[in-house]
């Protein structure tokens, strides 16, 4: 008997350090889970500043929101998968915006359903996007994404150049 808790003990011990060397992430099932397509938004591009990339989503995060992307859905909130500097700035920019910009802690974000505002518990729009490196001529593509669910998720592919200290859309496809 003494034998086996032992060997219970030193299975258990092992087991538990060599989860603990994986360079895996931990999930648990009560974090929530942003849809594939959306997760990559956090990785900065390369040969560009924070304040060039902050600049640049916030001409993109413009031109969708301008768009008015979620009029027709019955949405009660818009997520930007972006910086709390560039959240704060927009929710400025927009302040009587419809539906209006949150922060994201107010989203509730489920496997296999539809995001949610949790003041409201009614369907919300996550926009994000994904900077590229910067091209030969200088010039910056950037995909520009809006997700509701399943069926309702879109991009535009925007061209961006800097004219001066400011960047501007060159094209939007």
Known sequence: MNVKFILSGAVLGVGLLAGCGTDEPIYFASAAKMPAEMAEAAVMAKGLTKADEHQ???VVFSYLLERHLGEGGNY????VQADDVVVAALMKKYPSHNPSIKQSFHIDLRSNQSPLDKDTGKPVMILGTDVSD???DGSVDVVGRWYAGGAVRGFYTFNLKKTGDDWTIASVK
């Open 134 to 136: 910067p091209n030969v």
């Open 76 to 79: 009660t909130a818009l997520f």
């Open 56 to 58: 640049i989503d916030m």
